[in-house]
Structures are given as structure tokens and as C-alpha cells.
């Protein structure tokens, strides 16, 4: 533009635009409107939608939970449960592991896909290899400790009368049954989510019941057939269960050397054992409780896993539901306000 001395110069200073608005006085200048604040969503439509995806998916846990109970009601007069009642005492912790395996996994890869972590196909299945390679290495650990536990309470409980010969057949049915149903739930557990994620649905609300309950469903089955076929073979193939044993241990050490390798479940393999063996002694002495009441009380046998399982669900949701909420409001080792803290149980409940 032209100065007032004649010389035309222009102006390095970059005009933005601003807001003018008439008045008696004269134009005056105002400010920015301010950025429209994101609208909370509704949450009574919220909540019911949550309530109606955790009935559907209890309901299904449920049934999955009754059959499982109906399939420990048959196999509980097999020869070899009869026989080793190390077996009943192992049904609970093994159970209850597979249970806490599975929650956890389905845990962890329900906070990822709502966190925005499945919109990769290849990212998401590099998560779910690694953290499919944990839940071996944890099966094959636990399944042992869970093992010895048994047969520790076996001799307690029968005052030190115990078949030594079986107690390889022991550790076989419970390593095999802990990795094969935890490889299969894994796979299943990592579609459902991929599916939710998909159609827009809450993995919290539907993938851990549907988790704990084919848990119990699939351990339960692999390991009756598993001890009943050790059992009616041990005269003619001594060597199967101690060769079982011998190769699954360096195996599960193997895969836990690969899941190191992931970011998340690295810090799993550091820290997140304690929870998981004070879960398996807690199992173990129901176990105990199991084995010498089932006896003498007819039917019990399918109440159990249905009793058992129905608040733990519950709980499951509850906890996968506040992990999620943590994590999308902070990282792991940052504290979250307590104010924060209060708004997401006040939510959740």
C-alpha cells in the first residue's frame, strides 16, 4: 500500500482475520468464539446398551458354564477319576487358571481394540502372536505348579498314601489340556474381538464371559480325554506322559522367551505371575473342598462350574471395563487423578 510519504513500501505484517461487530459507539473487535466442547454421550443409552450386550453374552457364559458342569458330572465316574482323585483336586486350579488365562488375554486385546488398535490388520495380528505365545508359556508354567499343588494336597488329604506311578499322567492331562484349549480359546477369543471392533460393539462386555465360559467348557473335555487315554494305556506306553512333560517345559520357556520380544507382554512376563499363583491356591483348596464332598453329594458336580463361574464373569467385565477406561485416560506407570478415578467406578457401577 502507499505511505503517507509517497514511497510504496509494503507491509511484512500478515493480517488475520478478526470478528467486527457494530455498535452505538463506533466497530469493536471480538474475540474467537470458542471450539464447541464435545458433547458427553448419553449415558442412559450408553449404560443400557452395555446392560444388553452383558445379558447376551451372560446368558451364552451361562450355558457354556451349565454344559460344562453336565461334562464334569459324566467324567467324574470315569475309571481314572475315580481312581486318582488327584484329578478332582486338579479340575478346580486348572480351571480356574484357563479362566484367568483367557480373561486376561481377551483383557488385554479388548482395551487394544478400543483404543484404536485393530484399524490394522497386521498390527493386531502381531499382538495377538504375541500375546497368544504368552498364554502358552503361562499354561505350560501354572499347569505344572498347579500340578504339584494337587498332588501335594493328594497326600495331605490321603495321609500320604498316594500311586507315584500316576502322578507323570497327572502333569501330562494338565500341561496338554492348558495349551491345547489355551492355543484354540486364543484364536477364538481373537476373532470375537476383531469382530466386535468391527461392528462397532464393546469387547469388554462380550468377549470375557464368552472366554471364561468355553475356558472351562474346552480345558474340562481336553483334560478328561487326555488322563482317561494315559490311564488306559499306562501299562502298554509307561513312556508317553514323562516324554509329554520332558518336552512341554523347554517349550513353555520357549514361548515365553518370544513373548518378551512384544512391547505389552513383555511387562507381563515380569510382573504378571503373582496374581496369577495366588489365584491357583485359592483354586486349589476349593479343589480340595471339591473332591471330598462330591461324593457324598449327588448332583453337585454340575452346580459347580456354574457357581463358581457366574460372579467371576461378572467381576471380569467389571475389571476389563475399568482397564479400559485407564488406559484411555493415562499410560501404564502415570498416575490418574483421583478424581478421574472416581468418575470411571461411579460409570462402571
Not at 450408553?46 to 451361562?62: C, D, K, N, R
Not at 450355558?63 to 458330572?73: I, S
Not at 501330562?172 to 484364536?187: E, P, Q, R, W
Not at 506306553?237 to 512391547?263: C, E, K, N, Q
Request: with cysteine; proline share 5%; hydrophobic share 50%.
Amino acid at each position: 500500500m502507499e505511505l503517507e510519504n509517497g514511497s510504496d513500501e509494503h507491509s511484512d505484517t500478515i493480517l488475520t482475520p478478526i470478528c467486527l461487530s457494530g455498535s452505538d459507539s463506533g466497530l469493536s473487535i471480538d474475540s474467537p468464539p470458542p471450539k464447541p466442547s464435545l458433547k458427553p454421550p448419553n449415558t442412559y443409552l450408553e449404560v443400557a446398551y452395555s446392560l444388553l450386550q452383558i445379558f447376551i453374552s451372560s446368558t451364552l457364559s451361562g450355558v457354556g458354564l451349565v454344559m460344562a458342569g453336565l461334562l464334569l458330572d459324566v467324567v467324574q465316574h470315569w475309571e481314572v477319576f475315580i481312581k486318582v482323585d488327584e484329578l478332582f483336586i486338579l479340575v478346580p486350579p486348572l480351571l480356574g487358571l484357563k479362566g484367568n488365562l483367557e480373561m486376561t488375554l481377551t483383557a488385554r486385546l479388548s482395551t487394544a481394540a478400543n483404543l484404536g488398535e485393530v484399524a490394522s490388520l497386521g498390527g493386531y495380528l502381531k499382538v495377538v502372536a504375541y500375546n497368544l505365545s504368552l498364554i502358552q508359556g503361562q499354561a505350560t508354567i501354572v499347569s505344572i505348579l498347579a500340578s504339584c499343588l494337587s498332588v501335594l494336597l493328594g497326600l495331605i488329604v490321603s495321609l500320604g498314601q498316594i500311586d507315584w506311578s500316576l502322578v507323570s499322567l497327572i502333569f501330562a492331562s494338565a500341561i496338554l489340556a492348558a495349551c491345547v484349549s489355551g492355543l484354540l480359546l486364543g484364536v477364538v477369543m481373537a476373532v470375537v474381538v476383531y469382530l466386535c471392533a468391527t461392528f462397532k460393539l464393546n469387547p469388554d462386555n462380550l468377549a470375557t464371559p464368552l472366554a471364561a465360559a468355553l475356558g472351562d467348557l474346552v480345558t474340562l473335555g481336553v483334560l478328561s480325554l487326555v488322563a482317561s487315554t494315559l490311564y488306559d494305556k499306562r501299562e502298554v506306553t509307561m513312556w508317553i506322559a514323562p516324554l509329554i512333560v520332558s518336552l512341554m517345559l523347554p517349550l513353555g520357556v520357549m514361548w515365553l522367551y518370544v513373548s518378551t520380544r512384544g512391547d505389552t507382554t513383555k511387562e507381563v512376563v515380569k510382573y504378571g505371575w503373582t496374581p496369577l499363583l495366588i489365584a491357583m491356591c485359592i483354586s486349589s483348596l476349593g479343589g480340595t473342598v471339591l473332591d471330598k464332598v462330591v461324593m457324598g453329594l449327588e448332583g453337585l458336580a454340575v452346580y459347580a462350574p456354574v457357581i463358581n463361574g457366574t460372579g467371576g464373569n461378572l467381576v471380569a467385565i467389571q475389571a476389563c471395563r475399568i482397564s479400559t477406561s485407564l488406559h484411555s485416560r493415562s499410560t501404564p506407570g502415570n498416575q490418574v487423578t483421583d478424581k478421574e478415578v472416581f468418575k470411571i467406578f461411579i460409570y462402571i457401577y
